[in-house]
C-alpha cells in the first residue's frame, strides 16, 4: 500500500516537474508575441489605412484648395470685369452726355437760325436805306410835285405809298410842320435824313424791329448756355463773331451814321462777314 502511494507520488512530482520545466510559456510567449506581432500588423495595417486616409484627405483637401484657388482665381479675374464696364458697354453717365451734347447741338442750331433771320431781316431793311438815301440825293430834285415823287420813292425803295405818307406825316408833325402839306412832304423826301427815317419808321411800325431784337435776344441766350467742354459739337466761338455781327449791323440800320460815300462800303462789310459765319457754321448746323 504504502508503496502504491509512493510510486502515486512519484508519479506526480514527475508531472509537476515536467509541467514546470514544460516549454508552455514559450507556447504562451510565443502566442504573446503573436499576439503582438498581430496586434503590432494591424496597428501598422491601420496606421497605413490611417495615412492613406489621411493622405487622401490631404490630396482631396489639396485639390480642393486648388479647386478654390483656381475658382478664386476665376473669380478674381472675372470680378473687375464685372466692375469694369466692358468697351461694347456704355459707360456710366455716357447716356446724360450724348443728352446733353443732343441739347447743346439744338441750342446752337437754334441760335444760328435766329440769327440768320436776324441778318436776313436787318439785310433788307439796309437795302431799303441805301435805296431811298440814294434817291434823296440824285433823283429826287427830278420830281417837283409830291404824287410824282411819291410814286418814284416807292419805286425805288419798294414800300407802299399809303405807308410811306403815313410815315411822312408822323415825321413831320413831330418836327413841328403841318400834317399832309405837299411841299413840307417833298421836302422831307429831298433830304437825306428824311427820306432814311422814313424808312425806319416802316419798318418800326411793321414791328421789323423788335422780331430782330427779339431773335438776337434768342440767339443770344442760346449762345450763352453753351458750354466749352462742346466746342467740337456747337462751334461756340465762331456762334458769337456771327451773332456779334448780326447785333451790329442791327444798331447800325437802326440809326445810320456815317455819309452815303460810306454807306454802300459799310453795308458790303456786314454782309461779307455775316455770309463768312454763316458758311462756316453750315458744316455744325442745318438751315
Given at each position: ?27 504562451d ?15 501598422q ?21 486648388t479647386?478654390?484657388v ?64 440814294y ?55 429831298r ?10 419808321s ?13 431773335s ?6 442760346n ?23 448780326a ?26 462777314n ?6 462756316q ?7
Open positions: 500500500m504504502k508503496r502504491c502511494l509512493s510510486v502515486i507520488l512519484t508519479i506526480a512530482l514527475i508531472f509537476m516537474f515536467t509541467a514546470c520545466t514544460n516549454p508552455k510559456g514559450q507556447q510567449g510565443t502566442t504573446a508575441s503573436s499576439e503582438v506581432s498581430e496586434a503590432g500588423s494591424n496597428e495595417a491601420g496606421g497605413l489605412v490611417t495615412n492613406n486616409d489621411t493622405n487622401a484627405k490631404k490630396s482631396n483637401a489639396n485639390n480642393d484648395n479647386n478654390n483656381n475658382a478664386n482665381n476665376a473669380a478674381g479675374q472675372n470680378t473687375p470685369a464685372q466692375n469694369r464696364p466692358s468697351s461694347s458697354r456704355q459707360q456710366p453717365g455716357s447716356s446724360s452726355n450724348n443728352k446733353e451734347k443732343e441739347r447743346q447741338l439744338e441750342a446752337g442750331n437754334s441760335a444760328f437760325l435766329d440769327i440768320n433771320q436776324a441778318a436776313q431781316a436787318t439785310g433788307q431793311i439796309a437795302d431799303t436805306i441805301y435805296q431811298a438815301w434817291f434823296a440825293i440824285y433823283e429826287s430834285k427830278d420830281y417837283t410835285d409830291y404824287s410824282s415823287l411819291l410814286t418814284r420813292y416807292c419805286r425805288k425803295t419798294g414800300l407802299g405809298s399809303n405807308d410811306v405818307t403815313s410815315a411822312v406825316d408822323a415825321l413831320l408833325s413831330t418836327m413841328g410842320y403841318e400834317p399832309g402839306n405837299d411841299l413840307h412832304r417833298c421836302a422831307l423826301l433830304t437825306n435824313s428824311g427820306a432814311v427815317d422814313v424808312v425806319i416802316i419798318y418800326t411800325a411793321k414791328g421789323w424791329f423788335d422780331s430782330i431784337g427779339d438776337l435776344e434768342s440767339a443770344q441766350e449762345i450763352s448756355s453753351l458750354s466749352k467742354d462742346y466746342d467740337e459739337y456747337t462751334d461756340r466761338e465762331t456762334l458769337r463773331l456771327y451773332y456779334s455781327e447785333w451790329a449791323y442791327y444798331n447800325f440800320v437802326l440809326s445810320p451814321t456815317g455819309s452815303f460815300s460810306t454807306l454802300e462800303n459799310t453795308i458790303n462789310t456786314y454782309e461779307n455775316l455770309r463768312k459765319y454763316n458758311n457754321l453750315a458744316f455744325t448746323y442745318i438751315f
